[in-house]
């Protein structure tokens, strides 16, 4: 394992909205490629019988899975090796972050070492908590800014938060039906993500390559509430039972005996 890779951000909402509509033999062989991914420090060497060993399937049930998550774009193939561009990001975020939460423990120790020349111990205690330093996550929250004075701050906090640029989506996605399917899963309580909206349009990309209208999908996910855009069914099929002539069976035993038939 990477000595480096200590922990990676991880986004439920994301992972459902990435993974929905595969089946369970699918999410087990990505996810735990994923993480065999953040265990190595990047790319794996791609040899799927050995990859089939540790994830714990068949041969062809791997075959199956990995075929299925290399056509959804889950996975690249860059040569000889295994790779996934979110793996890539959350490693170089984690590495990041890692030296950060380093440099602020080499300043405490070194501000701790100058107020207890002679200890030993401190500096030993110093090599120790180097290598196991975990950075903080947010390292900004709760720290107060001496030099703003406080009509500075009251200015400051009066004054109006840009908002983040919001997620646009392609030029073949109808405005409205995506401001309409935006209302429902916020009601929803969904996380608009630019993640989970990317894994979205992917999902209408390939509806739509399969021949299927993207804004019927959207306006039919808004009429019934859904938080995600789903594939329709085959509909070259009739669908429920016959419908009923208004015949009773008595009415059917007079036309047959009006037309000359035996009734049985």
């Known amino acids: 394992m990477s000595k480096n890779t200590v922990w990676v951000r991880f986004f439920p909402s994301d992972w459902l909205a990435g993974t929905r509509g595969m089946t369970a033999a699918e999410t087990g062989i990505y996810i735990t490629l994923i993480a065999m991914m953040y265990e190595r420090g990047g790319s794996l060497p791609y040899d799927p019988a050995r990859l089939a060993r540790l994830c714990g399937a068949s041969n062809s049930t791997f075959k199956g ?13 860059e040569g000889d090796l295994l790779t996934n561009k979110r793996v890539v990001e959350e490693l170089s975020y984690s590495s990041n972050r890692s030296g950060v939460g380093k440099s602020n423990a080499e300043s ?3 501000k701790n070492t100058i107020e207890n020349k002679g200890s030993s111990d401190a500096t030993a205690m110093q090599r120790q908590c180097n290598g196991n330093a ?14 703003i004075s ?6 400051s906090e009066e004054k ?25 899963r916020k009601k929803a309580k969904a996380v608009n993500s630019d993640y989970a909206l990317r894994c979205i349009i992917a999902d209408l990309e390939r509806f739509r390559q399969r021949g299927h209208d993207p804004t019927e999908l959207i306006k039919t996910a808004v009429k019934n509430g859904w938080k995600s855009v789903y594939e329709p069914k085959d509909t ?22 009006n037309s000359g038939f035996d009734v049985v």
Not at 236 to 257: I, V
Request: charged share 30%; no cysteine.
């Open 236 to 257: 070259g099929k009739p669908h429920g039972k016959p419908k009923h002539t208004g015949l009773s069976s008595a009415d059917y035993a007079g036309s047959a005996k």
């Open 134 to 147: 975990i950075p903080d996550p947010y390292p900004d929250i709760g720290k107060i800014d001496k030099s």
């Open 160 to 184: 109006p938060v840009s908002k983040k640029p919001t997620f646009t989506p392609p030029d073949w996605v109808d405005g409205d039906a995506w401001t309409a399917f935006m209302e429902v």
């Open 108 to 110: 405490r120790w070194s």
């Open 150 to 155: 406080p009509i500075d701050a009251r200015e």
């Open 65 to 77: 899975a990995i075929d299925a998550l290399l056509t959804d774009e889950k996975f690249a193939l």
